[in-house]
């Protein structure tokens, strides 16, 4: 008899039937369109993002956690634990919902206007529009306050110029919201990516989340209607609040690749033999299991906790700092010690586990390192500012 890391506290407990109903649903929609098909994504990397993005939606996940506009409106809490079943499959995975919700749609529901929500947020909440999201440059990224990508007036008009980098869905998406210098300070923009003077191209040779799509676009004298700028969005403030919604479902996210790969490996080391038993009984290997455990727990809590403050509207920037670097770090070291059980297969993409790792990789550098996320907290603790 067995139990399984997550069911040693009962983190069941905490949830509602509802809660419990809509992670079925994902675990489900996981189950049947991404396990299957993930590990040949990865190693192509190549993913069909609009395939996803019609099937996530037809059960609501896109934008879900946004009143409105045709989205789900669904608690802070069951948003989350969409994010741990999405990438309990692969962080690549769950980061096209990320961004299409907690990104690109939130930029537009929180500072868009009407004509804005009305265009757009339909079409994206139903997987017919994919968005991406542009603030990070090649030569700005924990620094967004120096970004150079600018906008200026021309009449009424706009006109773009600019590099932004490692944007996530770029290459496939419909529509951006772009990040960039006015003389009023940064300001939204959003940016048609059938727009003449916008390419997005590629970005190739990752060994990092490779079934996600990332690209970089370069903006040459777009020119945009006086309308494209997001009015409510003043400073830089406005982006980062957008990555605050995104970190947050990486606080859960990445308990998702941390359960699968210790799932996998509990179930390899129970049936792996050697020295005439399995693995699993050896010591050092149960010391491995118990610790992971230990930290996926104490990541859960963190993460319920931080959801529960989410949907009573008391959730602050640093609470979420300190979920987003514990949790993806303690992902992260779960996976590496999950690699060593499966000694040779660990490096396999027949076993998830190393895909997991490479994929926390990126999780630890996105949505803020952890150095600028240890900053975060560092500031509040000390009341000094060591960057900025
Ligand atoms: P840098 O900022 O150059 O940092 C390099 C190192 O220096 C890091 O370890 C960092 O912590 C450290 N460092 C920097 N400043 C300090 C300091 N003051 N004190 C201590 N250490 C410091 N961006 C988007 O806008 N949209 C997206 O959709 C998006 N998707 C992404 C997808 C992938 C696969 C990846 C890899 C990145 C994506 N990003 C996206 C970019 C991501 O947010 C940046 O990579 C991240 O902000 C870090 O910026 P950087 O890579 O330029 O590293």
């Not at 509802?18 to 996981?30: D, G, K, S």
């Not at 967004?144 to 773009?160: C, E, F, K, N, Q």
């Not at 050896?282 to 455990?293: E, G, P, S, V």
Request: charged fraction near 20%.
């Amino acid at each position: 008899m067995t139990t399984r890391p997550l069911d040693l506290l009962d983190v069941d407990a905490l949830h509602s039937e509802e809660e419990l109903a809509i992670r079925a649903v994902v675990r489900r929609i996981v189950d049947d369109h991404v396990r299957p098909n993930v590990a040949q994504w990865y190693e192509r990397g190549q993913v069909p993002v609009r395939d996803l993005a019609k099937e996530f939606a037809s059960v609501g996940l896109l934008g879900m956690h946004l009143p409105g506009h045709g989205c789900a409106g669904a608690s802070a809490v069951a948003y989350g634990l969409a994010c741990l079943e999405l990438e309990a499959g692969d962080s690549g995975v769950r980061s096209l919902v990320s961004v299409q919700g907690s990104l690109a749609m939130f930029a537009i529901w929180k500072y868009g206007s009407d004509e804005h929500k009305d265009r757009w947020l339909p079409g994206m909440a139903a997987g017919d529009l994919i968005g991406c999201f542009g603030l990070t440059e090649p030569d700005h990224g924990s620094d967004p306050g120096s970004m150079t990508t600018r906008a200026r007036r021309d009449g009424d008009d706009w006109i773009l110029d600019g590099t932004k980098m490692w944007i996530t869905n770029a290459p496939v998406a419909d529509v951006a919201v772009v990040w960039a210098r006015t003389e009023a300070g940064v300001n939204g923009f959003v940016v048609p990516m059938d727009t003449p003077g916008v390419t997005a191209r590629e970005v190739k040779h990752k060994l990092s989340l490779r079934a996600s799509c990332t690209g970089e676009i370069v903006l040459d004298g777009v020119r945009l209607p006086a309308d494209a700028l997001l009015p409510a969005a003043r400073g830089l403030k406005a982006p980062l609040s957008c990555l605050t919604e995104a970190r947050y479902g990486i606080v859960w996210g990445a308990l998702g690749a941390a359960r699968d790969s210790l799932h996998t490996a509990l179930d390899y080391a129970g049936a792996r033999e050697q020295f005439g038993r399995p693995i699993a009984g050896f010591q050092l290997t149960q010391a491995k299991f118990a610790d992971a455990a230990v930290e996926l727990q104490k990541g859960y809590l963190l993460a319920v906790h931080l959801g529960r403050r989410a949907d009573a509207g008391v959730l602050r920037p640093e609470q979420v700092s300190v979920g987003k670097l514990n949790n993806v770090r303690e992902a992260l070291a779960i996976a590496r010690q999950c690699r060593t059980i499966l000694g040779a297969n660990g490096i396999s993409a027949e076993y998830p586990v190393m895909r997991h790792a490479a994929n926390l990789e990126t999780v630890l550098t996105y949505e803020g390192t952890s150095e600028i996320h240890q900053l975060v907290i560092g500031q509040k603790l000390t009341g000094l500012a060591a960057f900025g």
